[in-house]
């Protein structure tokens, strides 16, 4: 879920920012630049890890900086295809389901990715329905557990209409199909069922 990417860019350094220990004003202005926002490809910075080297301090024409050549490592928050994560339903729409992980919301698990049975009520609400008849229903703030399908980074849009959705970044797509996916609270009883059954068996094997 997390990894470290390294990267080298060629950094203008505030001059306020001078009058403290070098690579502590670098790295306090990489923090102001890539804290909290997300890299093409490379995932969401959560970090900045370490500086590996600085070189330069070049001021050129026209330009009140210096300029360093900063080679730097980054914590990113980019889960791989397949992981499983565990996060908080936040809302929910006719596409589908949309999940936070506290640090990172722009989670979506359309209804195509739910599992088998699974349907929208009147109320707007998704449901799966059970063989015996019951609903158990996907509410806001229940904990889910799903799988990541995909991961995107969309182009930055031209222009954007007012009643558009904020722009994301970084849109990661998740599915609830398989055994143990979905509420935790679906797979707790079992769970509990399965370790009772296995205490059980230890106490017949220590009793003979």
């Known amino acids: 879920m997390f990894v470290l990417s390294q990267i080298e860019h060629n950094l203008p350094m505030p001059p306020h920012l001078l009058n403290r ?24 910075c959560v970090s900045v890890y370490d500086i590996l080297s600085v070189e ?21 928050f980019r889960p791989f295809i397949g992981e499983v994560l565990v996060g908080k339903i936040s809302g929910y729409d006719e596409k589908g389901l949309q999940v936070s992980l506290d640090f990172f919301s722009d ?33 806001t ?18 222009e954007q209409k007012e009643d558009d959705k ?14 143990g996916l979905g509420l935790l609270a679906w ?7 399965g370790e009772e059954e296995e205490e059980g068996e230890e106490e017949e094997e220590e009793e003979q």
């Open 56 to 76: 330069g301090g070049f001021i050129f024409p026209g330009e009140g900086c210096s300029t360093y050549k900063v080679s730097f490592r980054l914590l990113m």
């Open 21 to 44: 220990p070098l690579v502590d004003a670098i790295k306090a202005e990489l923090e102001r630049l890539l804290l909290d926002k997300v890299v093409a490809n490379l995932g969401l």
């Open 166 to 179: 904020p722009f994301a970044p970084m849109q990661i797509n998740g599915s609830i199909k398989g055994d």
């Open 107 to 139: 989670i979506c698990i359309p209804g195509h990715l739910m599992q088998f049975g699974t349907v929208r009520g009147e109320d707007g609400r998704w449901a799966l329905k059970t063989e015996d008849g019951d609903e158990l229903h996907l509410d």
């Open 187 to 193: 797979w707790a009883a079992g769970e509990e069922e």
């Open 141 to 158: 703030d229940d904990e889910i557990r799903f799988l990541v399908s995909s991961i995107k980074y969309p182009p930055i849009p031209v």
